[in-house]
């Protein structure tokens, strides 16, 4: 097991500073190649942070429009040849104007503090406000709203409607124990870090990730009191409710003897991976953060080495393509484990599509803040990936798999998205002739 992405960081200043106006990254930024207009640009947008920070330009509308458009994905860090880390100046602005938040409506307020303060801070939360999603879709009244077009007239809320996969009856969380000892020989003892959308959402696919680790030999310790990652809050500049998660997050895990803290979810990976930046210079959490930071590993730099050595007895007679999540490829610099993995399952065959390392659009919320640029980065994702002529997309975020799922239906193609661990599981599962012992449903999508 190794890690293949990069760790390094400069004060935001730094940041702004190492900007030579090059231009390189301009043509790797989707919302630039949308308008073509410099504002819309990382360069231009390092331009903005900087007048920001320097009292040159003032918080408007049209400033925070134009920070909150960036959809934080972060290619133009990976174009960058002097490492300039605009996705994360761009938080930096995000942060600076969240400061200002007297500001802000009284409504906005309220649910930024229902979002934050209450659904993130404890899995359990999450848990409990999936209860009514769940009565909704079980009672039939999901199938009824999309049938009769009832809530087309509200826009954002129809488009949040159409988002929502089937919810499994119950979250991962609720069915595990706290620690899963290895079946067999124990080879490894490894943290798993269970996102929530994960928990709750893609339960079965998470579900599959522990099945592969025990397969491997490891025991797996899966922390019950585990916080939310904190990269929404990051996302909309809520540092220091973010922080406060993080810290939770370090005292759980520091705790426990691991080999490696494992995730199959890319943006809590990014996330987590970054805890030992967000506690720099700490006294208290400095070195604890470097530690837990250090042990980070995605599920597919975990795997790569481990299942080439001892690959599945059962051959897969399938061709996918690749979506690579942002906060996979270019928040932490993971771009070979994925692929090496996928190519240690026998029999599988990987057809790269166009552009596989751009985004899909999905970005947090913003398919529905954003939802006219969203869309537009989805038809196109939906566009390459059907022109490879692969029968699944195989990524590693939820929010791409939401985000994909809901373009493949919206273009009426049939075509499951899965997680690299239900393919492996598949694998698994199948005879080695390469007929498959069971077509089980972790096999038919993220969300089935
Ligand atoms: S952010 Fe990097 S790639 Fe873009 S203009 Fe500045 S130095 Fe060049
Ligand atoms: S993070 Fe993405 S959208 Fe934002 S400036 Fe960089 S490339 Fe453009």
């Given at each position: 097991m190794q890690a293949e992405g990069r760790r390094e960081h400069d004060t935001d200043l730094e940041n702004i500073q190492k900007c030579i106006r090059c231009g390189s990254c301009m043509p790797v930024c989707p919302t630039y190649a949308e308008s073509t207009r410099e504002s819309e640009s990382p360069r231009g947008r390092v331009a903005l942070v900087k007048g920001l920070f320097e009292g040159t330009l003032e918080i408007t509308p049209n400033l925070e429009r134009l920070l909150y458009i960036c959809l934080d994905c972060r290619a133009c860090q990976t174009a960058c040849p002097t490492g300039v880390r605009v996705g994360e100046l761009v938080v930096a602005g995000r942060t600076r104007i969240e400061e200002e938040k007297a500001r802000r409506p009284i409504l906005r307020r309220a649910l930024r503090s229902a979002l934050f303060d209450w659904a993130l801070a404890d899995h359990s939360n999450i848990e409990l406000a999936m209860v009514p999603l769940r009565l909704y879709q079980s009672l039939g009244l999901c199938k009824l709203v999309r049938a009769t077009g009832m809530l087309k007239p509200l826009g954002k809320l129809d488009l949040m409607d159409r988002f929502l996969p089937r919810l499994p009856a119950r979250s991962l969380r609720q069915e595990i124990d706290e620690v899963i000892p290895a079946p067999g020989n124990r080879r490894y003892r490894v943290g798993f870090f269970l996102g929530c959308v994960m928990n709750t959402v893609f339960a079965n696919a998470s579900r599959a990730t522990l099945s592969v680790l025990g397969r491997n030999g490891c025991e797996i310790y899966v922390p019950r009191q585990a916080r939310c990652c904190g990269a929404p809050l990051f996302a909309e500049g809520e540092r220091e409710r973010a922080k406060n998660m993080a810290r939770k997050n370090v005292d759980l895990f520091a705790a426990a003897d691991l080999d490696a803290i494992v995730t199959d979810c890319a943006a809590c990976g990014a996330e987590l991976k970054r805890y030992d930046e967000l506690f720099?210079?700490?006294?208290?959490y400095g070195a604890k953060a470097a530690a837990f930071s250090a042990r980070v590993l995605d599920i597919t730099e975990f795997l790569a080495g481990i299942v080439e050595a001892n690959p599945p007895a059962g051959s897969l007679n399938r061709t996918v393509t690749y979506h690579e999540p942002c906060h996979l490829v270019?928040?932490?610099?993971?771009?070979k484990a994925p692929r090496r993995l996928l190519k240690a399952i026998p029999g599988l065959r990987l057809v790269e599509m166009k552009r596989s390392n751009w985004c899909c659009g999905s970005a947090g919320s913003y398919a529905f803040t954003h939802s006219d640029y969203s869309m537009r980065f989805l038809d196109a994702k939906i566009a390459n990936a059907t022109a490879t002529g692969a029968e699944a997309i195989v990524t590693g975020n939820p929010g791409c798999a939401l985000q994909l799922t809901y373009g493949l239906e919206k273009h009426n193609v049939k075509m499951p998205v899965l997680y690299f661990t239900q393919l492996l599981e598949e694998a698994y599962r199948a005879n080695v002739d390469g007929a498959m012992a069971s077509r089980h449903r972790v096999g038919a999508g993220v969300g089935q």
């Open positions: 720099d210079g700490d006294p208290e270019h928040a932490q610099g993971v771009s």
